[in-house]
């Protein structure tokens, strides 16, 4: 009977990717961000990997991507995301004889494109495996234009906080406990969490739990795993209370 097919690893797949993309004309650099980009990779990390072409090659660039995949191990699935960006294609891909963990998430960009998720204020320090001439950099950070956002973003909150938060009491109230904890984790700790982050880390305002542990107080974090966590009816009640008391002393409408 034939042995079991080795295991591929990060270095293995990356490669594979940079073997595929750096000698294409119209590929013009490929690099990582995400948790390598911050400083906090670890065994469970994925590849958050970029690509940027001529405009006009998004899809040749990423079945080029696909080929070095399949050279390294056959695809087990591609998923296609909800499209939230202009100007990319975006794709993830899991393989067969990687971890589950390692799944590869894959946009390419356009050449032409404002937004190419660079400036280390945001993203981290992105690891560059080629970048043709330099061409591809980050474009400078707007402060103003991005308090402008945060600022934006807190009078929404505030304001979806005050219609939708007393959902969860409504459904607490006809003992719909189902619903009761669903509007409560989405419309009142989503909301705090927003405003949270906004206090101890706005250039991350909406990147909702990602690196929270890393980036919040661990006071806070506490604080809030403890009000995530509902072990009864009664849990709800008073964890929902506690919940939106912290909500408006976060927003500044009571004193805490």
Not at 212 to 224: A, I, Q
Request: aromatic share 12%; proline share 5%.
């Amino acid at each position: 009977m034939a042995g079991r097919e080795p295991m591929v690893g990060r270095e293995q797949i990356v490669e594979a990717i940079v073997k595929a993309l750096e000698p294409l004309p119209y590929v013009h650099a490929f690099y990582e961000g995400g948790a390598i980009a911050h400083g906090r990779f670890d065994q469970w990390s994925d590849i958050d990997g970029y690509a940027v072409a001529d405009d006009d090659k998004l899809e040749e660039t990423m079945e080029a991507i696909r080929d070095a995949l399949r050279s390294a191990s056959p695809i087990e699935k591609e998923f296609v995301p909800e499209q939230h960006w202009p100007g990319l294609m975006h794709r993830f891909f899991r393989l067969e004889r990687a971890t589950e963990f390692l799944a590869i998430d894959m946009a390419v960009i356009k050449l032409s494109s404002d937004e190419k998720f660079l400036e280390p204020e945001v993203h981290g320090e992105s690891v560059f495996h080629f970048n043709k001439g330099g061409r591809v950099k980050a474009k400078p950070f707007d402060t103003n234009a991005h308090a402008k956002a945060v600022d934006a973003r807190r009078e929404r909150v505030i304001e979806r906080f005050h219609i939708f938060n007393c959902f969860v009491q409504k459904e607490i109230n006809r003992r719909h406990w189902i619903e009761a904890v669903d509007l409560y984790q989405r419309a009142t700790l989503g909301s705090l969490l927003e405003l949270l982050r906004m206090r101890y880390h706005p250039l991350h305002y909406d990147f909702a739990t990602r690196y929270v542990h890393d980036e919040l107080p661990e006071p806070v974090v506490e604080r809030f795993s403890e009000l995530m966590f509902v072990s009864s009816p009664d849990d709800l009640v008073r964890k929902y209370a506690e919940a939106t008391d912290w909500f408006l002393a976060e927003s500044g409408q009571v004193n805490e």
